[in-house]
């Protein structure tokens, strides 16, 4: 599917691709990467915010021999994993009070959405709102790791829903959807990834999901400042949005 015949849009804030105009790359060749290892952590489905293979393969072109290593991050260290160094760099949701000793960059703002059985009424609506499904009882609860990034879902029903189940990864919301046979929110940004013919993504009014990419301030590593870096590629029509984290 591509973006013009996705059901719903996400509302690009960079271009895709995370690689610097190619005098800046050059530049950055000629010096030492820093590490013959750099760990990207990645959350859910935030990787489908960049064009990953474009971006990879470049990278790797400047950067012969230094490796790139997938770190699965969850709602319980998508901030502490790059504040405490276990990751490099980040793919995540990034929210306006970022910490300071973070550098963070919007790539994208993601539509919420509710994800619902393919049994539900609700599966073929278009968009549902909180009043559609108004009883906590129906929904599970998916704690973003803390207030901050719990803002996002302030006013929906699962703020009240019991906690016989809690959902952490984003990955998992589909999954526990189809076996609770409740409903749970997500962002729009997910659905290629993990809509499954039991489950459905239903767009759902509200904040929006910045996805973004985050690597720490003090990090000047050439090889990690190239592969962070955004520039406009594809989407030659938008604008980059202004680093984080600079307040």
Known sequence: MTESTRPWSTRPIAGRALVQPADALTSAADSEPGADVFRVGVVGASLNAVDWRTVRLEWQSRWPGTRLVYVPLDATNQESAILDSDVDIAFKRIVDDEDQALETHVILSSPRAVVVPRGWAAADARSLT??????????????????????????????????????????????????????????????????????????????????????????????????????????????????????
Not at 159 to 173: F, L
Not at 193 to 213: K, N, Q
């Open 130 to 247: 909180p009043q559609d499904i108004p009883d906590p009882a129906d929904w599970i609860f998916a704690d973003g790791g803390s207030e901050r990034y719990n803002r996002w879902t302030q006013g929906l029903p699962h703020v009240d829903s019991p906690r016989d189940v809690v959902i952490r990864q984003a990955e998992q919301v589909a999954q526990a959807v189809e076996f609770m046979d409740r409903c749970c929110v997500h962002s729009m940004i997910a659905k290629e990834a993990y809509e499954t013919p039991a489950v459905a993504f239903v767009p759902l009014p509200g904040p929006s999901a910045e996805i973004g990419v985050a690597i720490r301030r003090a990090d000047q590593r050439p090889a990690l400042r190239t592969l962070y870096q955004p520039a406009k590629r594809s989407h030659g029509d938008v604008a980059p949005a202004p680093e984080r984290g600079t307040r």
